[in-house]
């Protein structure tokens, strides 16, 4: 259920700080600790998944509600016209916490450049 090694599911469980703005029975929801963006959240399962790499079936519902939540997460937080929710996944998608995460990205006014250059 949860990695005791794993600095995600320690802000589920209280144990690391951090800016929550929603929970539920499925998901947690909090502030990036360093934005790229004026709106940038991170919505992840409150269960150990480790990356959009690993799934099984019974996480269906978890990554469903990550979707159907993020929308109204984005507009409490100021992002109401548009966001970007982007999930790097493994070495090539440049995942560095390996507890599954959404980053909600999005801000008053279009976001930058969508990707960098492979390589940069
Ligand atoms: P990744 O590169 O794995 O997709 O993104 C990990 C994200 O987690 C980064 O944007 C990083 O700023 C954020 N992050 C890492 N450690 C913490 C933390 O302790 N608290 C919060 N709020 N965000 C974190
Ligand atoms: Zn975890």
Known sequence: MHDPN?????IVRGEIPSRK?????LIFAFHDISPIAPVHLLVIPKAHV???AETR???AAVLGRMMSEAGRLAREQGADDGFRLIVNTGRVGRQEVMHVHAHIL????PLGA???RPGA
């Open 6 to 10: 794993c600095i995600f599911c320690k």
């Open 21 to 25: 703005v929603y929970e539920d029975d």
């Open 50 to 52: 480790s990356s959009l």
């Open 57 to 59: 079936d019974s996480d």
């Open 106 to 109: 999005g801000g008053p006014e």
């Open 114 to 116: 969508m990707l960098p």
